[in-house]
């Protein structure tokens, strides 16, 4: 388990298994909807980031009716929510996980680029 699936168990008080699926499909859901450049950049520095998105991306991805009625209304971090509520997460702990997630990319890829990241996708910054 690396570094940033350790913590966020660790700091959000999930078990790691949750964890290390969250953050990939957190970190999946920010390289398909963030600015291409900035996110790439942002998830090379994270050690072991690109494994989690190659391993979750596609997780969640076709969710059934709720899925398909946030995707049509502009989806984006409410979808995600959903899905991350799939794994049995709550409103605080997907919270706590972002913040986590969006704190460990700060030290290993600078402000700069995550707020760039952040700043990409629409109502990301009020979760994190």
Do not use: Y
């Not at 168990?9 to 078990?15: K, L, M």
Request: proline share 3%; glycine share 14%.
């Amino acid at each position: 388990m690396n570094e940033l699936v350790s913590r966020v168990a660790d700091n959000v008080g999930i078990a790691p298994d949750v964890a290390e699926k969250a953050v990939g499909m957190m970190l999946g859901f920010l390289q398909r909807e963030a600015d291409d450049a900035a996110v790439a950049r942002m998830i090379e520095a994270i050690p072991g980031a690109p494994e989690l998105v190659a391993r979750f991306n596609g997780e969640g991805k076709s969710g059934g009716m709720l899925s398909g009625l946030l995707s049509s209304m502009g989806g984006g971090v409410m979808a995600l929510g959903q899905q991350l509520m799939g794994l049995g997460l709550g409103m605080g702990e997907i919270t706590s996980l972002a913040r986590e997630t969006i704190a460990v990319a700060r030290e290993h890829a600078g402000s700069d680029t995550v707020d760039e990241v952040v700043n990409s996708v629409p109502g990301l910054s009020q979760f994190v």
